[in-house]
């Protein structure tokens, strides 16, 4: 489907899948220069399978220090780099809730997203924080702006979960087994140049994938539910990179 024709929430999460940073709004704590003010700062980001944002911050960050005092954050998901005219270009704005995350998962799709990460991912002033989706402000280009709900921006027409346990094994077996597959979804079907591509995710909307410090998006024809799912529109797309190879 075009991008023009999809939903606002999918649109918006599939910016958000797509990118590996955001720019995150905190209210500066009491006590701070000037105290309320906003306060913005760059983080990298994973996305998991239900569209919440997970970030690794330290504690010694003004961004974390203003959390532990109002938890309300905003993300600015950027879609617009190297256009012309940035303002035809997509933007998401998400509102809602960060709070830490021990869930051991949300830790692995983080690292797996930034493996530079895992340098400091374990030091004590660092922890994982999962934000709770309220609302997201979408613009798409001029006159595409949407202001959408939290269940239209999350992914939950079904149950994530499954495939999310399902995950580590089918990137190890992506990467160790099939990475011809791999370099092909990334040449003939997103145009990147050719290179040392991985696949770091899968979730039920498609695949992420990274080289050094540059990543893509496999967009799934359809969702999927379970590993046998994933495995299926995995097959198609590879089947259609090589046709296209010829």
Excluded at 105 to 113: E, I, V, Y
Excluded at 227 to 240: C, D, F, T, Y
């Amino acid at each position: 489907m075009n991008d023009a024709n999809l939903p606002p929430g999918e649109l918006a999460r599939k910016l958000m899948r797509g990118l590996d940073r955001a720019y995150l709004a905190t209210a500066m704590r009491s006590g701070a220069l000037d105290a309320g003010a906003p306060y913005a700062s760059l983080v990298l980001v994973a996305i998991d399978h239900d569209a919440s944002p997970i970030l690794l911050i330290s504690t010694l960050a003004d961004h974390t220090r203003n959390l532990a005092e109002d938890d309300r954050v905003s993300l600015l998901f950027d879609g617009t780099l190297g256009l012309a005219e940035p303002l035809t270009g997509p933007r998401v704005s998400l509102q809602g809730r960060a709070a830490k995350t021990a869930e051991p998962r949300h830790r692995a799709r983080f690292l797996a997203r930034h493996p530079g990460a895992a340098m400091y991912a374990d030091f004590k002033d660092f922890a994982f924080y999962r934000v709770d989706i309220a609302r997201a402000h979408l613009v798409a280009g001029f006159g595409r702006i949407h202001w959408i709900e939290r269940d239209d921006v999350r992914f939950a027409a079904i149950d994530p979960t499954v495939l999310a346990d399902a995950e580590a094994d089918i990137v190890a077996h992506m990467n160790d087994d099939h990475a011809d597959a791999v370099q092909l979804y990334a040449a003939k079907l997103l145009g990147r140049d050719s290179g040392e591509w991985r696949m770091t995710g899968v979730d039920p909307e498609g695949a992420d994938l990274r080289r050094g410090g540059e990543v893509a998006r496999l967009a799934f024809g359809h969702p999927v539910r379970d590993a046998e799912g994933a495995r299926a529109e995995l097959v198609r797309l590879v089947k259609q990179a090589r046709h296209i190879q010829g």
